[in-house]
């Protein structure tokens, strides 16, 4: 017992203490993110599986073929069914002899530009107030990390792919004076216009680690090697001797990668320790290109008022940290008010985060992909490994935060499920290591189908907590609809529009020789408690500034204060056990629970079992 209550005393202290003052952060700054960063609810969008809006501008086997597939995209490719059963394999990919993980990298649904327009009052009654992106450049992939075009927004995500591949055509890499806007380009810029006009923040996705094989700079040193002017631009480990029959000619990949040739990194100081930062730059000419992509997209035409707010930024501890300054003292000439929201990962993976320290400052990023506060809140919410009681997480997540200057603690990116991660619901469902043989495809026991009932009310219970918590909320397109599905490619689903009636789903964690389906479809339910929570977010500033402190964190039950300097209060509590319990107020007087609309007088109340509430004091 006294080592139960010292746990809980510690956790308590160390967060009082951290959330409280500015001077106990090592690493305190006295810049900060934009104001905005901290009040914003992020939605992220995977355009090309979020909804096909023109039949027209479907992908083709010309636009989605490259040279270093695995193997070539059949001649009876077509685009897949948006309704058809996810575990399915499409005619024209069951003759290939691949089987269905590797048949799904050339899968294509027609998500587009238009099927974004077409959601927009969607988006708006959601309530979300910023959009990030997953690369919308022109790319062969599904995923467009590996460009064709940086400047260019992929053909068919526009009204006229044809007419776009002319006008690229045209154009010199080397020369911006010749970049044209694109039908696609002028549709994105149309759409950044109306989500800004709706009060919707717009950052976009890019990796300045690697571009595809397609990317001009690269077509042109295969074919010239030395002789291009482009040669220094990626890390060549030999070039091809014309002088003998053979092909010699060698270069580094990311992850050994082959379709995505890595951009060469120049002045590196010492050693590269994966999972750690390291000093040095990026070729310069790669850099010069990369730094007019960013100035196109910020201010297009000179004109920051049509640009976008900012940049999520791939695999960014791949990058030296003195391109990263640079880079952030370029685009803050542009626009003070862009965010720059890198993704920095693993340390060692499946069981160590980065530290994000180094990343965020005013020199580097104004946030991270905030994945090291998910996982403690996964170990107390869903009991995932590594598990947690109430006063583990608080001290876990007190070290999290303690990582983070002060004022960059509020305008993290609160992720929990990305394109990259289990959706939420599937990672609850499974309580192994986070994203470690997590999918069917790696681990055949894995539950890839409709999670159990408790599963959805332990979800609703993070999710309050999530929305209550410091840093800004992330949704994941489709987690809102009560989506599931494992590790990449699992999470990539075409999203379940309510509009639309889905084929049943395999489950594939069945007995072979077995049979089980899912229904699947838009769940209303869930839908509406995202809303709810987006709205007490948004009515309640106190969520977004506002210091956290525990009050309670012993065994099963957790709660927390948040409060402002202008005196406003909350208190969210949650209760993760099978029994009901007391729960001591921090204020005397008449509350209502946000979440239920029920009220309560006195200085406590009773928590249900496996149930969050969240209060507001009537004064």
């Given at each position: 017992?006294?080592?139960?209550?010292?746990?809980?005393f510690?956790g308590?202290?160390?967060l009082?203490?951290m959330?409280s003052?500015?001077t106990?952060?090592?690493d305190?700054?006295t810049?900060?993110?934009p104001?905005?960063?901290?009040?914003?609810?992020w939605?992220?969008?995977f355009?090309?599986?979020?909804?096909?809006?023109?039949l027209s501008?479907?992908p083709?086997i010309q636009t989605i073929s490259?040279?270093?597939?695995?193997f070539p995209?059949?001649e009876d490719?077509?685009?897949?069914?948006w309704?058809?059963?996810?575990y399915?394999q499409?005619?024209?990919?069951?003759?290939t002899?691949?089987?269905?993980?590797?048949?799904?990298?050339h899968?294509?649904?027609?998500?587009?530009?238009?099927?974004?327009?077409d959601?927009?009052?969607?988006l708006?009654?959601?309530?979300i107030?910023?959009?990030y992106?997953?690369?919308?450049?022109?790319?062969?992939?599904?995923?467009k990390y590996?460009?064709?075009h940086y400047?260019?927004?992929?053909?068919n995500?526009?009204?006229?792919p044809e007419?776009?591949?002319?006008i690229?055509?045209?154009?010199d890499l080397?020369?911006p004076?010749?970049?044209?806007?694109?039908s696609?380009?002028?549709?994105f810029l149309?759409l950044?216009?109306?989500?800004?006009s709706?009060?919707?923040?717009?950052?976009?996705d890019?990796?300045?680690?690697?571009?595809?094989?397609l990317?001009p700079?690269?077509?042109?040193?295969?074919e010239?090697?030395?002789?291009?002017?482009y040669?220094d631009?990626?890390?060549?480990?030999?070039w091809d001797?014309?002088?003998?029959p053979?092909?010699?000619?060698?270069?580094?990949?990311w992850l050994?990668?082959?379709?995505?040739?890595?951009?060469?990194?120049?002045?590196?100081v010492?050693e590269r320790k994966?999972?750690f930062p390291?000093?040095g730059?990026?070729?310069n000419?790669?850099?010069?290109?990369?730094?007019?992509?960013?100035?196109?997209?910020?201010?297009?035409?000179?004109?920051?008022?049509?640009?976008?707010?900012?940049?999520?930024?791939d695999?960014?501890?791949?990058i030296?940290m003195?391109f990263?300054?640079d880079?952030n003292?370029y685009?803050?000439s542009i626009n003070?008010?862009?965010y720059?929201?890198?993704?920095?990962w693993?340390?060692?993976?499946?069981d160590d985060?980065?530290n994000?320290?180094?990343y965020?400052?005013?020199?580097?990023?104004?946030?991270?992909?905030?994945?090291?506060a998910y996982?403690?809140a996964r170990g107390?919410?869903?009991?995932?490994?590594?598990?947690?009681?109430?006063a583990?997480?608080?001290?876990e997540i007190?070290?999290?935060?303690?990582n983070?200057?002060?004022?960059?603690?509020?305008g993290?990116m609160?992720v929990?499920?990305t394109?990259d991660?289990?959706?939420?619901?599937?990672c609850?469902?499974?309580?192994?290591?986070?994203k470690?043989?997590?999918?069917p495809?790696?681990?055949?026991?894995?539950i890839?189908?409709?999670?159990?009932?408790?599963?959805?009310?332990?979800v609703?219970?993070?999710?309050?907590?999530?929305?209550?918590s410091i840093?800004s909320?992330?949704i994941?397109?489709g987690?809102?609809?009560?989506?599931?599905?494992?590790?990449?490619?699992?999470?990539?689903?075409?999203?379940w529009?309510?509009?639309?009636?889905?084929?049943?789903?395999?489950?594939?964690?069945?007995?072979?020789?077995?049979?089980?389906f899912?229904?699947?479809g838009?769940?209303?339910?869930?839908f509406?408690?995202?809303?709810?929570l987006?709205?007490?977010?948004k009515?309640?500033p106190?969520?977004?500034?506002g210091n956290?402190?525990?009050?309670?964190?012993?065994?099963?039950?957790m709660?927390?204060?948040?409060e402002?300097?202008?005196?406003h209060i909350?208190f969210?509590?949650?209760?993760t056990?099978?029994?009901?319990?007391?729960i001591?107020?921090?204020?005397?007087g008449?509350?209502?629970d946000?979440?239920?609309g029920n009220?309560?007088?006195?200085?406590?109340?009773?928590?249900?079992?496996?149930?969050?509430?969240?209060?507001k004091?009537?004064?």
């Amino acid at each position: 017992m006294k080592r139960i209550l010292y746990a809980v005393f510690t956790g308590f202290l160390m967060l009082a203490l951290m959330i409280s003052c500015k001077t106990n952060s090592p690493d305190a700054m006295t810049d900060s993110p934009p104001e905005w960063s901290k009040n914003v609810i992020w939605y992220q969008i995977f355009v090309e599986r979020f909804n096909n809006g023109d039949l027209s501008n479907d992908p083709t086997i010309q636009t989605i073929s490259t040279p270093t597939a695995s193997f070539p995209v059949p001649e009876d490719w077509s685009v897949t069914p948006w309704t058809s059963d996810w575990y399915t394999q499409e005619p024209w990919a069951s003759k290939t002899g691949h089987g269905l993980r590797e048949t799904m990298q050339h899968r294509r649904y027609g998500g587009d530009l238009q099927g974004i327009f077409d959601k927009l009052d969607y988006l708006t009654d959601l309530g979300i107030t910023a959009i990030y992106f997953n690369p919308l450049n022109d790319a062969p992939s599904l995923h467009k990390y590996d460009a064709r075009h940086y400047h260019h927004i992929d053909v068919n995500f526009g009204p006229d792919p044809e007419g776009d591949m002319q006008i690229i055509a045209s154009e010199d890499l080397s020369d911006p004076e010749t970049w044209k806007w694109t039908s696609a380009d002028k549709m994105f810029l149309r759409l950044v216009e109306e989500l800004h006009s709706r009060g919707i923040r717009v950052i976009v996705d890019f990796s300045w680690n690697h571009t595809g094989v397609l990317f001009p700079a690269w077509k042109d040193l295969i074919e010239n090697q030395q002789n291009s002017q482009y040669k220094d631009w990626y890390e060549v480990i030999t070039w091809d001797d014309l002088k003998t029959p053979e092909n010699e000619f060698q270069y580094k990949g990311w992850l050994n990668i082959m379709s995505l040739p890595e951009l060469r990194k120049t002045n590196v100081v010492g050693e590269r320790k994966h999972g750690f930062p390291f000093e040095g730059n990026i070729d310069n000419g790669a850099k010069k290109h990369i730094f007019e992509v960013t100035k196109r997209w910020l201010a297009p035409d000179g004109d920051v008022g049509k640009g976008i707010d900012g940049f999520r930024l791939d695999v960014a501890e791949q990058i030296p940290m003195g391109f990263w300054r640079d880079y952030n003292a370029y685009v803050k000439s542009i626009n003070p008010e862009a965010y720059l929201v890198g993704e920095i990962w693993w340390e060692k993976w499946p069981d160590d985060f980065m530290n994000p320290a180094p990343y965020t400052n005013d020199s580097v990023f104004d946030a991270v992909m905030f994945y090291q506060a998910y996982r403690p809140a996964r170990g107390f919410f869903a009991e995932g490994y590594p598990k947690f009681d109430a006063a583990g997480f608080a001290a876990e997540i007190t070290k999290e935060w303690n990582n983070v200057a002060e004022p960059y603690r509020y305008g993290m990116m609160n992720v929990s499920a990305t394109h990259d991660s289990p959706r939420l619901l599937s990672c609850f469902a499974n309580k192994g290591k986070y994203k470690f043989r997590a999918s069917p495809h790696e681990d055949t026991a894995y539950i890839s189908g409709r999670p159990d009932e408790e599963t959805y009310q332990r979800v609703k219970m993070y999710l309050a907590h999530q929305f209550t918590s410091i840093g800004s909320p992330h949704i994941w397109n489709g987690d809102e609809f009560g989506m599931w599905g494992g590790d990449d490619p699992d999470e990539r689903k075409p999203l379940w529009w309510d509009n639309l009636k889905f084929d049943d789903e395999t489950r594939t964690n069945i007995k072979p020789g077995t049979k089980q389906f899912d229904k699947v479809g838009f769940n209303h339910d869930l839908f509406n408690y995202y809303k709810k929570l987006i709205s007490i977010r948004k009515q309640n500033p106190v969520l977004s500034d506002g210091n956290l402190t525990f009050t309670s964190s012993d065994g099963n039950i957790m709660s927390y204060t948040r409060e402002n300097k202008a005196g406003h209060i909350m208190f969210a509590a949650f209760n993760t056990g099978a029994s009901e319990t007391t729960i001591n107020l921090p204020f005397e007087g008449n509350f209502t629970d946000l979440l239920t609309g029920n009220t309560g007088k006195g200085k406590s109340f009773i928590l249900a079992p496996m149930t969050a509430v969240i209060l507001k004091p009537e004064n």
